[in-house]
């Protein structure tokens, strides 16, 4: 059974970078067809997609946050990481780390991880 | 990208049938059969309820089902039960090679 966990801080300051991590337990992060991904939800709102990455290190971005996220992976932690830089307060969200199957449907997902952006 | 639309709110009873609508473009809905649904109950993570249109994936009930014409696709749940209350979201894969999500609709079992 593959287990997703996010982990990193719960608070980032107003024009910094949000870091987060996703370590992935249960089947090794470079078999089979699938895309590594992250997702986010404001609270009381819907989700929103950020990104994903192939192992080979290919990735695709949300165009709305292109300019700030960055994406990669650790295939020798078995981890996949989400930067996403000069944060503001409506980036506060819980952020979901996802497999994505054949790159088109989310099969697994993390249990979330709340990060606020305050001062 | 634009969100899929789907209505803020449904209802229905016990036992009844309900079905919920997600409409998008030719460059995502209506140019693939990669249509997906979550299920999201308060405090958790969304769950896969179908995939691809209309496939269910193993362990979820054959109440729910999905189905899709030209730029819309549609959840389906019938045999309302309480359980069933919860948010669900639509997805789709793009032209852009992303993935987009619908606003998401609140499911009321009255």
């Known amino acids: 059974q593959v287990q997703l966990q996010e982990s990193g801080p719960g608070l980032v300051k107003p024009s910094q970078t949000l870091s987060l991590t996703c370590t992935v337990s249960?089947?090794?992060?470079?078999?089979?067809?699938?895309?590594w991904s992250w997702i986010r939800q404001p609270a009381g709102k819907g989700l929103e997609w950020i990104g994903r990455i192939y192992t080979s290190g290919s990735t695709n971005y949300n165009p709305s946050l292109k300019s700030r996220v960055t994406i990669s992976v650790d295939t020798s932690k078995n981890q996949f990481s989400l930067k996403l830089s000069s944060v503001t307060a409506a980036d506060t969200a819980v952020y979901y780390c996802?497999?994505?199957?054949?790159?088109?449907?989310?099969?697994?997902w993390g249990q979330g991880t709340l990060v606020t952006v305050s001062s | 990208q634009s969100a899929l639309t789907q209505p803020a709110s449904v209802s229905g009873s016990p036992g009844q049938s309900i079905t919920i609508s997600c409409t998008g473009t030719?460059?995502?809905?209506?140019?693939?059969?990669?249509v997906s649904w979550y299920q999201q109950h308060p405090g958790k993570a969304p769950k896969l309820m179908i995939y691809?249109?209309?496939n269910r994936p193993s362990g979820v009930s054959n109440r729910f089902s999905g189905s899709k014409s030209g730029n819309t696709a549609s959840l389906t749940i019938s045999g309302l039960q309480a359980e069933d209350e919860a948010d669900y979201y639509c997805?789709?894969?793009?032209?852009?090679?992303?993935?987009?999500f619908g606003g998401g609709t609140k499911l009321t079992v009255l």
């Open positions: 030719s460059s995502d809905v209506g140019g693939y059969n990669f």
């Open positions: 249960g089947g090794s992060i470079s078999s089979g067809s699938y895309y």
């Open positions: 997805s789709s894969y793009t032209s852009s090679s992303t993935l987009v």
């Open positions: 691809d249109v209309s």
């Open positions: 996802a497999r994505v199957r054949s790159g088109r449907y989310i099969d697994y």
